[in-house]
């Protein structure tokens, strides 16, 4: 007999969340997607996994450890086999959290077993080797990774990142030990574990290597990764019997009006707004530091008349002169959430006027928009390409959304995905 639910899983934004989700979907696996802590059901209910999205990875590190605890929590409440922590795929974090901290308060500070560290993404080309992690061709800290606002990665030994962050010890499992298979990463890892490093930082170069990284630790009670790694265990689960064959289910088409909200001053998300413009759809840039009640009604004054004739694209944040203006201004963390408080009001304003259909860019900006919608469960399409996760939310009326990581997505993203939105998953 099956264990109640096989996977109990949280992301540190919701845009891993919806990546993940949709994988585990692609995998035939029935998945829920929560919102927050409290919107875990209290029974499984024919779900094979759960996936709670938090707003944890730049929040004061108690907050984001007492959001684990609350996620362990609830897991053990519905008899789940496994937990699985999933960020990003450059391990975006600080010397105070939050992925070892968090990865601590999961496994209650006494792991029982080893708790593997498995960031990397080789379709993405963010791999690690010898525990070092490179983006492409460059090491991270040498990326534009080291310039990033709110977690710049300027150490690219992710040993070195991790320890700072919990009171276990970190360990590694390099290449040679993932090659030699399964097996070999288990009696490795539990020499470590034994050895007083229970948390390890897993060597990885290409998907073979991701793919015995899932089958070795399958049967620890922690993981922790990207989405990528946990994408290989709804096979698994099949070949023990644990899940049937199934087709992942469709979500429908949505019409009616699209907005995008761009909440990310990324590279790719600027030049995806700019390319929207250029397509000849109407932008508007806001000043973060602007009286919010004012600016969001300018804004939507602006955009009102716009949406019957097509999608309109806002964002406060586009622009890294503006960010830092309102960085100097408010420190870091209080522009951002000044940032998200914008859209989040801009949203609610966009759905009071009929837009159905919905981008937002940014993983924080993601979570902000779904919060002050008051979305707590999304149905999650089967994952389709990186960094983008298509969703739907059953509000008064549905809402169609495309949430996305600000540094992925293909140029043409906003446009592309607010008309494929219109014809089912």
Known sequence: MPPSLLLGALADDLTGAVELAG?????G??????????????TPDGLHAIVVALKSRVAPPREAEALADACRARFAALNARQVFFKYCATFDSTSDGNIGNMAERLCDGAPTAPVIFCPSYPAAKRTVFRSHMFVADQ?????????DPLTPMTQSDLRQVLAPQ?????????????????????????AERLAGRPFLVTDTVVEADLQALAEASLDWPLATGGASIAAYYPALWRARGWMAEAAPPALPGIAGPGAVLAGSC?????????????AGHPVRLLDPLAPLEATVAAALDWATPRLSEGPVALSPSIEPEAVARAQAALGPIEAGRRAEALLGALAQGLIARGVRRLVVAGGESSGAVVQALGITRLQVAPFAALGVGRCLAELEHPLALVLKSGKLGAIDLFASSLAALETPA
Not at 32 to 38: C, E, I, Q, R, Y
Not at 139 to 147: E, I, Y
């Open 23 to 27: 994988m585990l979907v692609a995998g």
């Open 166 to 190: 919990t009171r276990l010890g970190v360990g590694s499992l390099f290449l040679e030990t993932i090659a030699a298979g399964p097996e070999a990463i288990r009696a490795a890892a539990e």
């Open 139 to 147: 090491l991270l800290a040498d990326s534009p990774k080291r310039h």
């Open 29 to 42: 696996a029935a998945t829920l997607l929560a919102v927050g802590p409290d919107a875990v059901p209290a």
């Open 266 to 278: 990324a590279e790719q998300t600027r030049a995806q707004f700019f390319a929207f413009r250029d």
